[in-house]
T-cell receptor, first 114, second 114 residues
Framework: QKEVEQDPGPLSVPEGAIVSLNCTYS??????FMWYRQYSRKGPELLMY????GNKEDGRFTAQVDKSSKYISLFIRDSQPSDSATYLC??????????????FGIGTKLQVIP | KAGVTQTPRYLIKTRGQQVTLSCSPI?????VSWYQQTPGQGLQFLFE???????NKGNFPGRFSGRQFSNSRSEMNVSTLELGDSALYLC?????????????FGSGTQLSVL
């Protein structure tokens, strides 16, 4: 079983819809949770960054972390065709020496249809 | 501030050849990580360098190697290329590679092995 599970999709929604993207994880040591957006033929771009449990909002994007359920979500309101991309969840936690080890989900491909 | 720069953007090689990829991190960032991204496996961690020293290594064969220079620029090398090495190779940088730091990616090098 992978440390981070993410449905690869694809997910197709009409423009203006609310999109919900999710990941589950098994490692309780994860403390930092991120969402990256990756356009075709580009590198991942950091979208949201959250520490521990709770919600974080940035414009049309809301990230939620539920550590008790080991479940994180990204909501996109009023989705636009320009949101069409692959969304990767990522998480990190303390490891020996305090060095960074970021574990990624496989990514969910989202298509917003005009 | 310039982002993470990777060169070349595209490479086509044949089996048995070797290849060297280059990464220039964001100015001031001293930690550089390398990832391999494929549709079936997602992002897989190759290795991480800090101050010219490899601190972490993923589960890849010894054909995959890297190094970091005193100006934090990094190179990775793949020898005796195999068809399965075809992938997008991503470089990411952060200040010191600590657990709570954000990771910033380059656009990647798309390697095709024929």
């Amino acid at each position: 079983q992978k440390e981070v599970e993410q449905d690869p999709g694809p997910l197709s929604v009409p423009e203006g819809a609310i999109v919900s993207l999710n990941c589950t994880y098994s490692n309780s040591a994860f403390q930092y949770f991120m969402w990256y957006r990756q356009y075709s033929r580009k590198g991942p771009e950091l979208l949201m960054y959250t520490y521990s449990s709770g919600n974080k909002e940035d414009g049309r994007f809301t990230a939620q972390v539920d550590k008790s359920s080991k479940y994180i979500s990204l909501f996109i309101r009023d989705s636009q065709p320009s949101d069409s991309a692959t969304y990767l969840c990522a998480m990190s936690g303390v490891r020996s020496g305090g060095y960074q080890k970021v574990t990624f989900g496989i990514g969910t491909k989202l298509q917003v249809i005009p | 501030k310039a982002g993470v720069t990777q060169t070349p953007r595209y490479l086509i090689k044949t089996r048995g050849q070797q290849v060297t990829l280059s990464c220039s991190p964001i100015s001031g960032h001293r930690s550089v990580s390398w990832y391999q991204q494929t549709p079936g496996q997602g992002l897989q961690f190759l290795f991480e360098y800090f101050s010219e020293t490899q601190r972490n290594k993923g589960n890849f064969p010894g054909r995959f190697s890297g190094r970091q220079f005193s100006n934090s620029r990094s190179e990775m090398n793949v020898s005796t290329l195999e068809l399965g090495d075809s992938a997008l190779y991503l470089c990411a940088s952060s200040h010191r590679g600590q657990t709570n730091e954000k990771l910033f990616f380059g656009s990647g090098t798309q390697l095709s092995v024929l």
